[in-house]
C-alpha cells in the first residue's frame, strides 16, 4: 500500500513491529501450558498488530474438545502466567479489561451454537465476533482456533437462506453472507451502546479515549468486517475463480479474516487500484491511512495519550470544533463512506 | 461406474483371508487389502499370487502404518511385489526417506492424515508430500478430513489443490480419539456438502468398523450392503443392489430413503 501510495506511515510500522515482539513474548510465557484442543487467543490492538503504549493484553483460553475438567487447572496457569507485574513493566501492556470478558475460559460449543436468542449474551456475541474479526492465537496450539472460527463461519453460511442461489429469471446470484452482516452490524450496535453503558458505569473516566477508539479503530473493525462479507462477491473480490459454494465462501472469509483490519482495507485497495487506476481510490485510501496513522502516533504518545484519558466530557465537546481529533475521525469516517 | 468395497483390516483385523471370504457374498467391486501392522505385510504380500480376487474391479494395497527407518527398506521390498495396477496407499508420517518411494511413481497414494498425526492433515501440508514425490496420486480420507475440520472446508481446499490426484477415496466416520466407526447421520450429511467436488469415479473404500464379526455371514454381508449404501448416499451416487451386478436400472437414492 505504501509503494503504491508513495507514503510511509511510520506510526503502523511501529505498531506493528511492537506487536510481533510482544507477541513473541507472549508465546514464549505460555509456552507447553496449553493442551491439545485449547489455544489462548489475544484481542484487541495485539491481534490487530497495532501495539502502542499501554496496549490491553486482552486474551481468552479457549477449549474445544471433550469434556475435562483439568482444563480449569490449565486456564489458572496460564492465568497466573499473563497476570505476573513483570508481564506489564516488561511489555508495556495493561490488563484486561473491567468487564470480564476477557482473561476468561470460553468453551466453543456456546460460542458456535447461541447466535441470536437469549442465550446469545453480551459476552457470547463478543467473544464470537471478535474470534472472526480480532482474534490472534499466541503460541503452537492454533488448531482449536482454527476449528472454532471454521465452524462460527460455517453457522453464518449454512443458515443464510438464499445465499448463493440464483433468482428467478435472474442470472445472477446472491454471495453476500447477510446473516453474518447483520451480526456484524449488530456488534457494531453493541459497541456503540457499551460506550454510553461505559460513560454510565465509569462517569467521565476514559472517556475521550473511548471516544477516539469507537471513531476509529472499532469502527475499523467493523468496516473491515462489512468489507469481509462484501468480498464474497467476486465482482468485489475480483475473484474469478470464486466457487458458488458453502465451504468455498467459508474458506473465502476464513482468508479474508486471517487479516489484520488495515490489511483488509488495504487488499481491497490494492485489488482495485493494481486493475484500474482511480484518482479518487487513491485520494480516499492515502486519506483513510494517514488518519490512522495518527491515531496510533497519539495512542503512542503517554503524554497526549494520559491527557486524553482524563478528558472530561465537557471539555472534549468545547474543544472538538477546533481539534484535530475531529477532523482526524471525519478524515477518517469519509473514506468508508466512499469505499461502501 | 464407480467402484464400491471395503478395507479387509476393517472388516476383519488380521484376517484379510476371513474378509475377503465375507466380500464374496456381497456386490462389492472393490476391496483394499490391508496390511496395517508391519507384521501382517511379508503374510500378506507372500499370499497374493494365490488370492482369487476376480470378482473385483478395482484393487487397492494398504502399507503399514508404523515402521522405523531401519524398517523402510524391507518394506519398499515387499511392497514391489504388489501388481502395478494396484494403487499403494500410504501414510505420509510413515516416509523417513522420501525419495526411495519415489520409484513406486503414481502408484503411490498418499493419504490425508486424522488429528493425532503431525503432518499430512491439510493442503498446506499435503503440498509439502506432493513436492517430494510429484507423481504420487491421493487417497482421499473424508474421515480423517471430516475430523480435523468437521465444517469439511479443509476437505474442499484438499480437493480444490489436489481433485485431480484422487485415486480412491477412504469412508468411514471417526471420533475425536482416531477410532473408526460406521456412518452416521451427521457424517453423511457433511460428506454430501462437499461430494459435487469429488471425482464421479474415485473408487470409495470403506473403513467403517464391521461391529457385527462374531455373527452369521449373512448378517455380515446385510451390514456390508447396508453400510455400503450410505457411503452412496453421502457421495451422491447409485446404490449398491445384492441381488444383481451394477446396472444403468440402479438408481440414487435419497439419504431419507436410506436412513429410514
Redesign the interface.
Known amino acids: 500500500m505504501e509503494l503504491i501510495l508513495g507514503c510511509h506511515w511510520k506510526n503502523i510500522e511501529e505498531a506493528r513491529q511492537k506487536a510481533e515482539t510482544t507477541l513473541e513474548q507472549l508465546s514464549k510465557i505460555i509456552e507447553g501450558m496449553p493442551s491439545a484442543d485449547t489455544s489462548v487467543i489475544v484481542h484487541g490492538s495485539l491481534a490487530r498488530y497495532e501495539c502502542t503504549q499501554g496496549s490491553d493484553l486482552d486474551w481468552t483460553f479457549l477449549v474445544d474438545g471433550e469434556a475435562n475438567a483439568g482444563v480449569q487447572e490449565t486456564f489458572i496457569e496460564i492465568k497466573k502466567a499473563l497476570s505476573k507485574e513483570s508481564i506489564f513493566k516488561e511489555l508495556g501492556l495493561k490488563p484486561p479489561g473491567e468487564e470480564g470478558t476477557f482473561g476468561a475460559l470460553a468453551f466453543s460449543q456456546p460460542i458456535i451454537l447461541f447466535i441470536g436468542g437469549e442465550e446469545d449474551s453480551n459476552s457470547n456475541t463478543t467473544r464470537r465476533v471478535l474470534l472472526l474479526l480480532e482474534a490472534l492465537p499466541i503460541g503452537e496450539r492454533r488448531v482449536a482456533f482454527d476449528r472454532v472460527r471454521k465452524n462460527i463461519l460455517k453457522r453464518y453460511i449454512d443458515e443464510d437462506r438464499r445465499l448463493l442461489q440464483k433468482r428467478q429469471n435472474v442470472e445472477s446470484r446472491r454471495w453476500v453472507p447477510l446473516f453474518l452482516l447483520n451480526d456484524f452490524a449488530r456488534y457494531w450496535r453493541t459497541m456503540a451502546v457499551d460506550f454510553a453503558y461505559k460513560q454510565f458505569d465509569r462517569g467521565n473516566d476514559g472517556y475521550a479515549l473511548r471516544n477516539i477508539k469507537l471513531g476509529l479503530s472499532r469502527k475499523l473493525l467493523f468496516a473491515s468486517g462489512l468489507l469481509a462479507c462484501f468480498w464474497c462477491d467476486p465482482i468485489i473480490s475480483k475473484n474469478e475463480n470464486q466457487e458458488p459454494s458453502k465451504q468455498s465462501l467459508i474458506n473465502c472469509l476464513d482468508t479474508f479474516l486471517s487479516l489484520t483490519p488495515l490489511e483488509r482495507i488495504a487488499l481491497f485497495f490494492t485489488t482495485h487500484l493494481n486493475i484500474s487506476e482511480s484518482k479518487l481510490l487513491r485520494e480516499t485510501a492515502k486519506e483513510l491511512f494517514c488518519s490512522y496513522d495518527e491515531f496510533l502516533g497519539l495512542l503512542n504518545d503517554s503524554d497526549k495519550r494520559n491527557r486524553l484519558k482524563k478528558l472530561r466530557q465537557d471539555e472534549e465537546e468545547s474543544a472538538r470544533s477546533s481539534r484535530r481529533r475531529g477532523r482526524r475521525e471525519k478524515s477518517f469516517a469519509r473514506p468508508f463512506r466512499i469505499c461502501f | 461406474m464407480a467402484f464400491i468395497g471395503f478395507s479387509t483390516g476393517a472388516l476383519m483385523l488380521g484376517n484379510f483371508q476371513e474378509a475377503l471370504r465375507l466380500l464374496e457374498g456381497t456386490s462389492m467391486t472393490a476391496v483394499e487389502l490391508s496390511a496395517l501392522r508391519l507384521p501382517e505385510l511379508p503374510i500378506l504380500v507372500g499370499a497374493l499370487p494365490k488370492l482369487d480376487l476376480g470378482k473385483f474391479n478395482y484393487i487397492s494395497f494398504h502399507a503399514p502404518s508404523r515402521f522405523s527407518a531401519g524398517e523402510e527398506d524391507g518394506v519398499i521390498e515387499l511392497l514391489r511385489q504388489v501388481p502395478e495396477g494396484w494403487p499403494i496407499v500410504v501414510h505420509p508420517d510413515t516416509i523417513h526417506e522420501a525419495d526411495k518411494w519415489a520409484e513406486f511413481g503414481n502408484q503411490l497414494a498418499i493419504e490425508n492424515m486424522d ?1 493425532r498425526k503431525h503432518e499430512g492433515r491439510s493442503a498446506d501440508e499435503l503440498c509439502h508430500w506432493f513436492e517430494q514425490l510429484p507423481n504420487a496420486r491421493l487417497c482421499l480420507d473424508l474421515a480423517h478430513a471430516h475430523q480435523c ?5 479443509e ?3 484438499i480437493l480444490s489443490n489436489f481433485g485431480d490426484r484422487v485415486c480412491q477415496l477412504h469412508i468411514s466416520e471417526l471420533d ?1 480419539t482416531g477410532h473408526h466407526f460406521p456412518l452416521s447421520y451427521g457424517s453423511i450429511q457433511a460428506f454430501m ?2 461430494a ?2 469429488i471425482p464421479a469415479d474415485a473408487p470409495a473404500i470403506l473403513e467403517s468398523l464391521n461391529p457385527l464379526q462374531e455373527e452369521e455371514d449373512e448378517q455380515q454381508q446385510d451390514w456390508i450392503e447396508r453400510e455400503a449404501n450410505r457411503a452412496c448416499a453421502a457421495l451422491g451416487r447409485c446404490e449398491v443392489r445384492r441381488e444383481m451386478p451394477i446396472s444403468p436400472m440402479q438408481v440414487p437414492l435419497s439419504p431419507a430413503s436410506v436412513l429410514a
Open positions: 488429528r475440520d468437521r465444517t469439511m472446508t476437505a474442499f481446499r475425536s456438502e462437499i459435487s467436488l
